[in-house]
Structure formats: structure tokens, C-alpha cells
Nanobody
Framework: QVRLGESGGGSAQAGGSLKLSCAASGLTYHGYCMGWFRQAPGKEREGVAI????????YYADSVKGRFTISQDSAKDTIYLQMNNLKPDDTAMYYCVADLAACAYGLGMAGDYDYWGQGTHVTVSS
């Protein structure tokens, strides 16, 4: 079974930075769609950043382009989300996700992803 373990959430001031990590276990195939979705109070769950790990194709939500960077350490089956220039609107629960094919055409929908981490909360204050 694929299991995802997250770390790095917390609090930051606007303009600050946080780095999230997600370590995966049970990966069998060469390529997975891996990254993060988030959900803020009163809002729908949305894709934030996804990487197809085989060729490192990346997809970002328009709201985070230029501020967030997704990367991987393939030897450790770990992905990272470097979040810079944080804004209060980034406040949300962030979920690590993985799937075999959900990002074939972009970020994909939340329902497309089979594997989810427990979530880690990010709070950005002004």
C-alpha cells in the first residue's frame, strides 16, 4: 500500500516562507503524480502543485505560480513544496496526494487521486 507522511506545516507571517515535505512508502511504479491539494474554510479543495515524478513535469495553480516550487528526492521517495512570499490566502489544510495517472492533463481533480496524507495546517497572518 502507498502511504504518505507529511511534515513542515505551521505558522508564518505574510511574505515569509515554509517548506513542506512528503515521504512516500509503498511506491511500485516508475512514475506517479505527487504533490499537494489544499482546502481553506468555506472553500472547495483545490490542487496546488503536482509533479509527475518520472519526467518531473510540474503543474501549479495560477495563484501560487512564481511563489511555490515543487521538487523531489527520488532516492528517498520524497517530495517537497517550497512556499515563498506567503499570503494570508494561502492559509489552508495542505494534503499530500499521489496517483498513477491523475495529472495526465494537469493538476487533476481531488477525486482523481487515490492516495492522501493526513494533512498539515498552514496559517499565514498579515
Amino acid at each position: 500500500q502507498v502511504r504518505l507522511g507529511e511534515s513542515g506545516g505551521g505558522s508564518a507571517q505574510a511574505g515569509g516562507s515554509l517548506k513542506l515535505s512528503c515521504a512516500a512508502s509503498g511506491l511500485t511504479y516508475h512514475g506517479y503524480c505527487m504533490g499537494w491539494f489544499r482546502q481553506a474554510p468555506g472553500k472547495e479543495r483545490e490542487g496546488v502543485a503536482i509533479m509527475y515524478t518520472e519526467d518531473e513535469t510540474t503543474y501549479y495553480a495560477d495563484s501560487v505560480k512564481g511563489r511555490f516550487t515543487i521538487s523531489q528526492d527520488s532516492a528517498k521517495d520524497t517530495i517537497y513544496l517550497q512556499m515563498n512570499n506567503l499570503k494570508p490566502d494561502d492559509t489552508a489544510m495542505y494534503y499530500c496526494v499521489a496517483d498513477l495517472a491523475a495529472c495526465a492533463y494537469g493538476l487533476g481533480m481531488a477525486g482523481d487521486y487515490d492516495y492522501w496524507g493526513q494533512g498539515t495546517h498552514v496559517t499565514v497572518s498579515s
